[in-house]
Nanobody
Framework: QVQLVESGGGLVQAGGSLRLSCAASRSTFGIRVLGWYRQAPGTQRELVATINNRRITTYADSLKGRFTISTDNARNTVYLQMNYLKPEDTAIYYC?????????????WGQGTQVTVSS
């Protein structure tokens, strides 16, 4: 089992920045993908960004250039730097760890952290 704990959410004005952190309870090995997802009220959870073992990143098209995902393997932590925030970025942001174990993908989720962007 792996526990994921997010932090760094809060209230920020439009145009501001936030950095989210997600700390894993232990190191993980093998093929893995770390990611951030978000869910606004009344909508489905959507992908924000992912980063894999090789530090290859993917982003939702609408967020490219404003959000940056990164990892600190020594701290078992993944970050999401969010710049030029907009009110439509308001959502609960979830950290995800996907591990390939015995040819199966196993998903772990954090509890979520609220990000609110005021206009």
């Amino acid at each position: 089992q792996v526990q994921l704990v997010e932090s760094g959410g809060g209230l920020v004005q439009a145009g501001g920045s936030l950095r989210l952190s997600c700390a894993a309870s232990r190191s993980t090995f093998g093929i893995r993908v770390l990611g951030w997802y978000r869910q606004a009220p009344g909508t489905q959870r959507e992908l924000v960004a992912t980063i894999n073992n090789r530090r290859i990143t993917t982003y939702a098209d609408s967020l490219k250039g404003r959000f940056t995902i990164s990892t600190d393997n020594a701290r078992n932590t993944v970050y999401l730097q969010m710049n030029y925030l907009k009110p439509e970025d308001t959502a609960i942001y979830y950290c995800n760890l996907r591990l390939l174990v015995d040819s199966r993908w196993i998903d772990y989720w954090g509890q979520g952290t609220q990000v609110t962007v005021s206009s």
